[in-house]
């Protein structure tokens, strides 16, 4: 955990800390939930987090809560979703073995900046088809500032065409490594890209001098199960708690 918090603090524009544990602001790029959020680090009730996220996103059109500690996370959820929230299990994994069989990674390539933008652009209208126009262009500008920060590599699968069909990036720091944002267009999908991009990435990452290689899955949903097969061992998980204002009071 200490390395994503690094991330944030390298990313966002303010990172306090405050009693249950800190929040995160980017205020110039205030749709972007990850930039925005509270991150509770000890033990806490429903009440304290809601009330710590009222009163310091009380500028903002959402509530958007994380919560490292596991216990509390989990005696969180029948309440968040009971008062209408959104809640996110995630899991962290490392590289802790070799994949299970060998795959050809031929056709992985190198994507442009512009390529991989208008996947991410395409990836956020999927998961959230009533996304404003300014919410997929912060989300543009932070892909932008994330890529640059931190010298990403990115790796993609481009039809025949030269049009990009899928794509993951690779971020390094120090002696860690992480695998970010695996996407595959929903019209390229079943074709095995996504094992593809990340064992390459992950072989890219265990052959310069990492002593971690990690990536983060959705607890309840498939990826997880593609990571662990390549290799990937849960170290660790959040669970992420969203409140949309905007739809509350539709």
């Known amino acids: 955990m200490g390395h994503l918090r690094r991330t944030l603090e390298l990313s966002a524009e303010e990172v306090c800390p405050v009693g249950l544990g800190w929040i995160v602001r980017c205020r110039s790029l205030p749709l972007v939930w990850t930039l925005n959020q509270i991150r509770i680090t000890e033990v806490a009730t429903f009440e304290d987090a809601v ?55 031929g056709a992985v390539t190198t994507l442009s900046e512009a390529h991989m933008l208008a996947l991410m652009r395409r990836w956020a209208t999927e998961d959230h ?5 300014d919410g997929l262009d912060q989300l543009e500008e932070y892909h932008k500032r994330q890529g640059r920060l931190w010298k990403e590599q990115r790796f993609g699968i481009v039809d025949i065409e030269g049009s990009p069909a899928a794509v993951t990036k690779l971020r390094s720091e120090g002696s860690t490594a992480w695998i970010e944002d ?12 996504a094992r593809m991009l990340v064992t390459h990435t ?20 498939w990826p997880k199960d593609l990571y662990k097969q390549i290799g990937f061992r849960a170290i660790g998980g959040t669970r992420t708690f969203h409140l949309d204002l905007t739809r509350r009071s539709a």
């Not at 008062?83 to 899991?91: I, P, Q, S, Y």
């Not at 088809?129 to 126009?133: A, G, N």
């Open 182 to 193: 695996v996407y595959t267009l929903p019209e390229a999908r079943a074709r095995g890209y």
């Open 51 to 105: 009330a710590l996220a009222s009163r310091y996103q009380a500028d903002l059109p959402y509530r958007h809560i994380v919560v490292e500690n596991g216990s509390t996370g989990k005696r969180f959820e029948d309440a968040f979703r009971a008062a209408g929230w959104k809640v996110d299990r995630e899991v962290l994994m490392a590289l802790a073995e070799p994949p299970d069989r060998e795959v050809d990674t």
């Open 202 to 221: 992950a072989a890219l990452a265990g052959s310069t001098d990492h002593d971690l290689t990690f990536i983060i899955a959705d607890e309840d949903d």
């Open 129 to 133: 088809p009533d996304i404003s126009v």
